[in-house]
């Protein structure tokens, strides 16, 4: 079970919402390079970047924080957050992030999705699923669909996606405790590899998680537990030894 520390940056500060909203931001470190690198010491695999700036309309803020994870750390970064252009796509990819998450992109123009998967790969691509109510929600959660979440699966699948990340907005940033049924849903009937999000607020939360990998769960995305300490990723990532990820 891969398991990958976040860190979602607004005003180049890494910092913690709760639900998605902007309005409840908490300013964990003022210094996210610090964090990553901490991040990395630890040993963790990848790390999960968020731009909640460019989530929420302002995609060019943290261009430079995001770059000095990219030329600074060992470990290869997955980047979302206001990426709904194959530009931007192209962007980032060029510039060494890992792999770019959308999610926006994948709603709107799904042909886009296609076309980036074709040109750099299905393990440089990543849609992320966020679930409000069953339903498909956009636009840094601002905006929710009609699209059921099994539907936009499928279509992304039959585009040679190969991985989802899946967020819960209910429990995100609330320490509630991950629901594994949707993701569980989605891995297997469509046969995507997927990245569980948000609800993890102690050590015992992540069993569940690992015993879900033979279901497809590939890994969990935490943020405010190892913020608030509740959680060492250190011990986390010890007990749960990490399995090598390819990168193209």
Do not use: C
Request: no cysteine; charged share 30%; net charge positive.
């Amino acid at each position: 079970m891969l398991i990958i520390p976040a860190i979602d940056l607004l005003g180049g500060k890494a910092v913690r919402l709760s639900q998605g909203a902007e309005e409840t931001a908490v300013v964990y470190d003022k210094d996210p390079l610090r964090v990553a690198t901490e991040f990395e010491k630890a040993g963790a695999k990848w790390i999960h970047v968020v731009n909640l700036d460019g989530a929420f309309g302002r995609p060019g803020m943290n261009d430079t924080v995001i770059t000095q994870f990219i030329q600074y750390l060992s470990i290869p970064i997955e980047l979302g957050g206001g990426i709904r252009t194959l530009d931007r796509i192209e962007f980032w990819l060029e510039r060494g992030v890992g792999r770019v998450i959308v999610g926006s992109l994948a709603v709107k123009e799904p042909d886009l999705i296609a076309k980036a998967i074709r040109k750099h790969g299905n393990e440089s691509i990543i849609v992320g699923l966020d679930i409000r109510d069953g339903k498909v929600a956009i636009s840094g959660w601002q905006e929710n669909t009609s699209i059921h979440y099994l539907d936009l699966a499928r279509q992304m699948k039959s585009m040679d996606l190969k991985r989802v990340i899946v967020t819960d907005i209910a429990t995100d940033g609330m320490l509630s405790g991950p629901r594994l049924e949707n993701m569980i849903d989605i891995a297997k009937k469509t046969r995507l590899k997927v990245i569980a999000s948000g609800g993890v607020s102690k050590p015992k939360d992540l069993d569940p998680i690992a015993k879900a990998e033979k279901q497809g769960i590939e890994g969990i995305i935490i943020g405010r537990a190892i913020y608030e300490k509740k959680l060492s990723l250190k011990r986390a990532i010890t007990k749960y030894p990490q399995p090598e990820m390819e990168k193209d």
